[in-house]
């Protein structure tokens, strides 16, 4: 950005922003004091730390700590149990207790070691197999115990009902198995005195009682709600009192006894911190969102009643602070939405002067949703208000995958294949670009203006499908180098 450019920003700060200083930060249960929240951003400045992708899978290095700390126990474990037969246990004892304790949302080991919740859930399964491995092991190299058997059993029942297309296509069945499920391994745990399991049992009851507080606390304040159908396959739900803290990008539980008491689903928050109603949009995909969109009809404008729980949802990298000055906002078809709420914030913040240097804001989708009239790059070029000021802030890059045969869609959109060969940042903001972002191009460009900007490091945060988010991770990692890191926060909408 140029000086003017700059200088014209800093014309319209209204209030001295200064960092980890928003009160409502992270308050999920409680408002943290400042201090925490900084030692919390220095521990995510080195434990979000990513090591170079191999086979397109990198770890952080507070996963890698935790994955170390693993082994270190099981080895000190069993060195203090040697010449016991049962110390082949130890394994599937403490792979069992990490794996719960990754059940654990916005627990001390996602913050140690920066991950989302979501990766939390990758680590569950891991260790979730290793523990039933770790068990088959155990079971081999020791004698008949009918409490041995019952806790293999469960195990086993565990893993079974959580295999990925039950999981996928069924998650109410899925769910509910998987309820039952963890009380017979609970049973088992206990039968058999598995000791060390114990402890993330008590972690995590720890949680789920606060848990039931906040949902208590939550069902005693029904909230008001609206719920619209925007398109045929997409409603947005209006909060309309507002008493949520929360932060861009974090996401909210959301109960609606007309459709059912027993279900809560999660759906990242569109507005940023600070605006009076909280808007989420929900896009159909099984039962539930589909009897949303039928209410939505029937409601006709009325309001109705939804229970609450959260915010949720943690960012692995520390945006609270003036650590990044660069950002990539990445979002793939609806994972626009937690995207838009970090880049109003960031925008607000800019206004209070946060030194930010630029946003890149990337949204790709495929033909069928630019055609609806909601998320469309107009409406989300007026959801973010940009001041024309801002706009020089914003960098926006509107993708289009679209088979490049279908001539009419292409009639209606900015056609910029010249350009296809490479992508330059300089094209016109705003338009849309008939082709799938090249990601690795992106991330290259906007490292090297980093590096001219003598800036050390890019804050990137996407949501979308799985194999965007892979392929962000992957050529983050590979881009990055000692001059310039990027580093990545990832949300996904399927667990
Ligand atoms: C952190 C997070 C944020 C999300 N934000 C949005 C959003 O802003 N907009 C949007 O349209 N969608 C969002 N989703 C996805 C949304 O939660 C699911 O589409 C919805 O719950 C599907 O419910 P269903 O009964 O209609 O479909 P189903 O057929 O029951 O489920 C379809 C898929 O959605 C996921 N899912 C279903 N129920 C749950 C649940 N209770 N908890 C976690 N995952 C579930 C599962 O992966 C399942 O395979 C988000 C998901 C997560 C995990």
Redo the contacts with the bound molecule.
């Keep these: 950005m140029t000086t003017e450019e700059n200088q014209d920003l800093e014309s319209i700060v209204t209030k001295q922003w200064l960092s980890y200083s928003e009160e409502e930060y992270f308050a999920t249960y409680i408002a943290l004091p400042r201090f925490i929240k900084v030692f919390r951003g220095k521990f995510q400045q080195i434990f979000n730390r990513r090591t170079y992708a191999i086979f397109n899978f990198s770890m952080s290095i507070g996963e890698i700590i935790v994955f170390l700390g693993a082994l270190a126990g099981l080895g000190v474990n069993m060195g203090l149990s040697y010449g016991n037969k049962n110390n082949s246990g130890s394994a599937a004892g403490i792979n069992l207790l990490v794996c719960i304790v990754f059940t654990v949302k916005n627990s001390i080991l996602t913050f140690l070691c920066g991950l989302s919740?979501?990766r939390g859930i990758f680590w569950h399964k891991v260790f979730g197999w290793l523990a039933v491995l770790g068990g088959v092991l155990h079971f081999l190299s020791t004698d008949y115990q009918w409490d041995g058997w019952f806790m293999l059993g469960s195990l086993f029942g565990m893993l079974g009902v959580s295999l990925w297309p039950i999981?996928?296509?069924?998650?109410?069945i899925f769910?509910r198995l998987h309820w039952i499920g963890f009380i017979v391994v609970i049973v088992g745990i206990i039968l058999h005195g598995v000791d060390i399991a114990i402890y993330g049992l008590g972690y995590w009851g720890l949680d789920f009682l606060i848990k039931q507080a906040v949902i208590y606390r939550h069902l005693k304040n029904a909230h008001q709600i609206k719920i619209e159908k925007v398109t045929s396959d997409?409603a947005k739900i209006t909060i309309l009192d507002n008493k949520i803290n929360y932060q861009g990008g974090q996401?909210l539980?959301i109960c609606i006894p007309k459709l059912s008491y027993f279900?809560?689903?999660?759906?990242?928050?569109?507005s940023s911190f600070g605006e009076k109603k909280i808007e989420?949009?929900?896009?159909?995909?099984?039962?539930?969102?589909?009897?949303?969109l039928v209410l939505a009809e029937k409601l006709n404008g009325e309001q109705t009643k939804a229970y609450l729980c959260g915010p949720?949802?943690f960012p692995s990298i520390d945006i609270a602070s003036d650590y990044y000055k660069t950002f990539v906002l990445i979002g793939g078809g609806?994972?626009i939405?937690?995207i838009i709420s970090v880049c109003k914030q960031l925008l607000e913040e800019r206004t209070k002067g946060r030194p930010i240097t630029k946003i890149y804001l990337i949204w790709t989708t495929r033909s069928k949703e630019r055609h609806e009239d909601l998320l469309s790059e107009q409406y989300i070029e007026s959801i973010l208000s940009l001041e024309d000021k801002q706009k020089n802030l914003v960098e926006r890059f509107y993708h289009l995958s679209t088979s490049s045969n279908n001539k009419k869609e292409q009639n209606n959109v900015n056609d910029t294949s010249e350009n296809q060969t490479e992508v330059k940042l300089n094209t016109e903001d705003g338009k849309f670009i008939l082709q799938r972002p090249d990601i690795k191009q992106y991330l290259k460009t906007i490292q090297e203006i980093a590096k001219q900007n003598d800036e050390s490091r890019v804050g990137v945060m996407v949501c979308g499908p799985s194999a965007l988010i892979r392929s962000v991770q992957e050529k983050s990692s590979s881009v990055s180098n000692s001059k310039v890191r990027l580093d990545v926060h990832e949300?996904?909408?399927?667990?």
């Design positions: 919740y979501e999981r996928y296509f069924l998650y109410e769910i997409m996401y539980c279900q809560w689903h999660p759906f990242s928050i569109q989420i949009f929900i896009k159909k995909s099984g039962n539930w969102t589909r009897d949303l949720y949802g609806i994972g939405t937690p949300e996904v909408f399927a667990l």
